[in-house]
């Protein structure tokens, strides 16, 4: 990451064929630090005030309990306590570690296919990398809406089953298939999304390598195992962890599409914290909900680091 | 013989490898293809031709703007989509504005502060936006930037993987040429300005591209911050046509072809140098 060279203007804050006087020198110096200071200033209260500050007023205003004639007072772990208790929350929490369970092991093998075939040298390639890519720049309201209407009882995807010979079926009204369907409107963003970043992975392989391995007399697949995918570790890990991030915040769908339903089978975190705090209007016990939510995923990434650090 | 058997192993490999890239693409671009083709037929038409499935699915040979008509005439998404292309364009100039800037620091004036600073960046951008969309909202509104371009804009702006992107590719910048921008008296914004900036047009693209993303596709945060009809962008306003009691269809489709095709355009075409860029950030390298 570092590439130095940096070093070399620090040792030599004095450029020039002359040696310039004191008064010189200590003036640039404080031309310099104001630079640093103008220069990194607004980056950093940005940082600050948009994400560091919320994540630690959320952290301490879950543990402040809002009293029905209004004003807080501290609970504690209370507010902890009425989430962990309530059933919605418990079934939300175990649809969403379905939803996760199934949604990124599907996503990442298939980025990982596309980033294989898409990376190969063959005439055409280029022409189906954008193709694959485009949905990565649509916003996923758009996605969800107009999935929302190929998936409704009289849509195209009906109408496809129908020319099959199949029978229609409910997708997002069932509670059965309304999970399922999400998974597929977000992996039709997702995927594309994720391509991105393991097509340049691929790409980063040295041919060498390969050649190689051919000269070993491997075939297509024993250079897939014992070429690609460890040396595509470093960018898997970080598809991995970002989309199990992505996926674990996924709301839009939800929102536009089920509301949560049918019968609490779409209930994702993200729409369960949003309802109690703008439905119920309980910000408080959302803010003990984020956390509690967070900190699983926190885990979950951690254990990923773990399993999958490079050079180990 | 073996090479001619290794020869036909790889044609037949090519040839899967295309089959899964046309399955793929046609994966891709279909649901796309039929809102915009469905989008140019007339609202009644858009449930027909469907049992049993046709050429005319895909196709419209008779393509009529009604539904673009409607959304203009009808306001509520023309508004919507106005204050998409406000506060997607404040977001990515004020972002460059701080990022490039900040990125430049970071490279230039190494020392162990701006190293433990650049850490700090690192940390705030693994905090997931979406997450604390929540508390800040209600931050936000005790500010009274609740139904605010401000408000819409300003937690976009600080993000630090357009600095991180910048950082790795500003690196990539010979410093013999600061050095001799220096010495003939240039001052450091002067420096940014005609010698970091021009070289590296195609990580600027690329951070440019990561705010656009971000703020075009943004749903959680406006739909806390600005639920009033006249802030309402274009994501949250095409949200709410699936609850309507009566849809039409016809404007639902035409508003998400203009709101999906637009970013994708900006998307594809920045592709090539967000590629170039990213390869050289290290980040997935």
Request: charged share 10%.
């Amino acid at each position: 990451m570092e590439k130095g060279g940096s070093v070399a203007v620090r040792n030599a804050p004095v450029i020039g064929a002359r040696q310039p006087r004191r008064g010189v020198y200590a003036r640039r110096m404080w031309i310099k630090r104001l630079t640093i200071v103008a220069f990194v200033t607004p980056a950093v209260v940005m940082l600050v005030l948009t994400r560091l500050w919320p994540t630690a007023e959320a952290i301490y205003d879950s543990l402040f309990r809002q009293s029905l004639i209004g004003g807080t007072s501290f609970g504690g772990l209370a507010n902890y306590v009425t989430v962990a208790k309530d059933p919605v929350f418990l079934k939300g929490l175990t649809v969403t570690a379905i939803f996760g369970l199934i949604v990124n092991p599907f996503q990442i093998v298939l980025a990982l296919v596309f980033a294989v075939v898409l990376s190969e040298r063959w005439r055409g390639a280029w022409f189906f990398r954008t193709v694959i890519l485009f949905p990565a720049g649509v916003p996923s309201a758009v996605a969800v809406v107009i999935f929302g209407i190929a998936l409704r009882p009289d849509g195209p995807v009906n109408g496809f089953l129908h020319d099959l010979g199949l029978p229609s079926q409910p997708f997002l009204n069932s509670p059965d298939q309304a999970l399922a369907s999400i998974i597929l409107i977000v992996s039709w963003i997702g995927v594309g999304y994720w391509v991105i970043f393991l097509v340049g992975g691929v790409q980063d392989i040295p041919t060498t390598l390969y050649e190689a391995a051919e000269i070993d007399g491997a075939g297509w697949w024993k250079k897939f195992f014992s070429v690609t995918l460890p040396l595509l570790r470093r960018p898997l890990l970080f598809v991995l962890v970002a989309d199990t991030i992505a996926n674990a915040l996924v709301f839009a769908p939800v929102q536009i599409l089920t509301q949560g339903g049918p019968d609490g089978s779409t209930n994702l975190m993200m729409y369960d914290i949003y309802q109690r705090a703008y439905q119920q209007g309980a910000l408080n016990d959302a803010l003990a909900e984020t956390v509690m939510w967070l900190i699983p995923v926190i885990l979950i990434v951690a254990i990923q680091f773990r399993l999958l650090r490079p050079n180990t | 013989m073996s090479a001619r058997r290794s020869a036909t192993r790889r044609r037949t490999a090519t040839r899967c490898m295309v089959l899964v890239a046309a399955v793929g693409a046609a994966y891709s671009l279909l649901p796309m293809w039929w809102a915009v083709v469905s989008s140019l037929r007339s609202p009644s038409a858009i449930f027909q031709n469907l049992y049993p499935l046709s050429s005319r699915t895909l196709w419209v040979s008779h393509p009529t703007l009604t539904n673009y008509h409607t959304l203009g005439a009808d306001g509520f998404i023309g508004v919507a989509i106005r204050n998409s292309l406000i506060s997607t364009s404040g977001t990515v100039l004020l972002g460059l504005l701080i990022a490039i800037p900040a990125a430049f620091a970071f490279v230039v004036f190494d020392s162990r502060f701006m190293r433990a600073l650049f850490v700090f960046v690192l940390i705030s951008f693994l905090v997931p936006f979406e997450a604390i969309a929540i508390p800040l909202g209600s931050t936000f509104r005790s500010l009274g930037l609740e139904n605010s371009y401000l408000g819409l804009i300003l937690p976009a702006v600080g993000n630090g993987m357009a600095i991180f992107l910048l950082r790795q590719f500003f690196f990539g910048v010979p410093i013999e040429l600061l050095e001799a921008a220096r010495s003939d008296g240039a001052s450091w914004l002067r420096v940014l300005r005609s010698v970091y900036v021009p070289l590296c047009r195609p990580a600027i693209v690329g951070a440019a591209t990561i705010l656009f993303v971000f703020q075009w596709q943004s749903f959680l945060w406006p739909l806390i911050i600005a639920p009033a009809p006249n802030f309402t962008v274009a994501p949250v306003a095409l949200g709410e046509f699936v609850g309507e009691f009566q849809v039409n269809y016809g404007a639902m489709l035409a508003g998400a072809a203009v709101t999906g095709l637009l970013p994708a355009l900006v998307f594809v075409g920045a592709q090539s140098m967000f590629n170039r860029s990213l390869a050289r950030s290290g980040l997935v390298g």
